[in-house]
């Protein structure tokens, strides 16, 4: 873990200093890639609109599903999304996660 803090939103920005700023998908991955895993993530869940193929971008909840995946475990998260069910799907992944590599990381 390296000592810098994540904060995935594609329109707002942090309340307080000391935050990396991404705005999608693709440069979050990229910024855990180039800087290491963050002490903190705080996610939004809706990422925009893509106009070019009329879609939406993927989502915070991606962000966190691809943390996931790749076996990265952030303990210290907030989800600040406007969305309650984007929210809580961030928290409920991420959470159960947790509990299951504090079951299974030293059985």
Not at 1 to 20: A, E
Not at 79 to 91: D, L
Not at 94 to 105: A, G, M, Q
């Amino acid at each position: 873990m390296t000592n810098y803090k994540l904060y995935i939103d594609d329109i707002r920005t942090p309340k307080t200093s000391g935050w990396v700023v991404v705005r999608s998908f693709d440069e979050f991955v990229y910024t855990i890639k180039r800087k290491g895993i963050p002490s903190e993530i705080s996610f939004d869940h809706d990422l925009g609109w893509d106009y070019i193929n009329n879609q939406e971008m993927k989502s915070g909840y991606d962000c966190a599903k691809w943390l996931v995946e790749n076996d990265i475990l952030i303990q210290n998260f907030n989800v600040h999304s406007a969305n309650p069910v984007g929210a809580k799907n961030i928290s409920c992944l991420l959470e159960n996660f947790i509990r299951f590599k504090e079951k299974y990381e030293y059985a």
